[in-house]
C-alpha cells in the first residue's frame, strides 16, 4: 500500500488549558482534494495550523499524536521549513495579504525562500497571472486596494509562488460572491488537476463535497463521518446536520 502524503494520527492539542481535538486521525494521498467540513468552532481551522506548525498563541500546543509527510513525523519543524522544504503552502482565513504592499510585491515575498531557479519563479509568476488576470491588471496596486474576492486570488496567488504542491485552504468562499466562489473553485480545480494537492476547510459544505474526492466531519475536535464526497452527501446524518437535507 502506498504511503500517504500526509498522515494525522491520534492527533490532541490544547490552546492554553482547552483541548481542541480529541485524537483526529486522517489521511492525504498525492494529488487528491481532501475536505473537512464542520460547524464553527468543531477544530477545522486548528487542524490546519498545527499542520503548518504555526506557533503558539497563532496555533494550539500538539500535546498527543503525530503529523508525517511522506512518512516523516514533521512534529517540531519551522513553520518556514514546512513551506521550503515540504512545499505546503496555509491559505489562511482572512488572507492576511499585506495590504500596504503592490500585488507584485505581496507575490515576490512568497518567493524568498525558494530554493528551485528564477526560470522555475518566473513559470510560476505566469502561471499565477494566467489563472488569475485580475491580478496582472492590478499588480502594481496596493493590495489593500482589491475587492474581497481579488485579496482571495492573491493569497492563493501567494501560495503558489511560494512554490507548494500541496495548498492547504481554509474557508476560500468566506465573504465572496457566489460567481467569484465558482470561479476561485473552478481554478482550484484546475490547479488539482495539473497535481496540486489540496486539504480544504469549507463552510459550505455541499459545495465543499462536490469539489473534493473525499471528507472527514469533525465535531467537537472529533472525525464523526469520513468517507467519499459521494458517500458523505448520502449519509443522513451529514445531509441533516451539514447539507440542509
Do not use: W
Not at 18 to 43: D, Q, R
Not at 74 to 92: F, N, R
Not at 137 to 144: A, Y
Not at 196 to 210: C, P, R
Request: charged share 25%.
Amino acid at each position: 500500500m502506498t504511503t500517504p502524503l500526509l498522515e494525522v494520527e491520534n492527533l490532541y492539542v490544547k490552546y492554553g488549558n482547552i483541548e481542541a481535538l480529541h485524537g483526529i486521525s486522517f489521511t492525504v494521498g498525492e494529488g487528491e482534494i481532501v475536505t473537512l467540513i464542520g460547524a464553527n468552532g468543531a477544530g477545522k481551522s486548528t487542524t490546519l495550523m498545527s499542520i503548518a506548525q504555526l506557533p503558539p498563541p497563532e496555533a494550539p500546543k500538539v500535546i498527543k499524536g503525530d503529523i508525517r509527510f511522506k512518512g516523516r513525523s514533521i512534529l517540531g519543524m519551522s513553520a518556514d521549513k514546512v513551506v521550503s522544504d515540504l512545499h505546503m503552502a496555509l491559505v489562511p482565513e482572512g488572507r492576511h495579504i499585506f495590504g500596504n504592499l503592490t500585488v507584485e510585491e505581496n507575490l515576490k515575498i512568497a518567493t524568498y525562500s525558494r530554493k528551485d531557479g528564477q526560470a522555475e519563479i518566473d513559470r510560476d509568476y505566469k502561471r499565477v497571472y494566467t489563472l488569475f488576470p485580475r491580478l496582472d491588471e492590478r499588480k502594481k496596486q496596493r493590495s489593500e486596494s482589491l475587492s474581497g474576492g481579488e485579496q482571495q486570488m492573491l493569497a492563493v496567488g501567494r501560495a503558489i509562488l511560494s512554490g507548494c504542491r500541496v495548498i492547504m485552504l481554509d474557508e476560500p468562499s468566506m465573504g465572496l460572491a457566489p460567481l467569484l466562489m465558482y470561479d476561485m473553485f473552478r481554478t482550484l480545480r484546475e490547479l488539482n488537476e495539473e497535481g496540486m494537492t489540496i486539504l480544504l476547510i469549507e463552510q459550505n459544505a455541499n459545495l465543499a463535497l462536490k469539489f473534493a474526492h473525499r471528507g472527514y466531519v469533525i465535531d467537537t475536535g472529533e472525525i464523526v463521518a469520513q468517507g467519499s464526497s459521494a458517500e458523505l452527501m448520502e449519509n443522513p446524518e451529514v445531509k441533516k446536520a451539514y447539507l440542509g437535507g
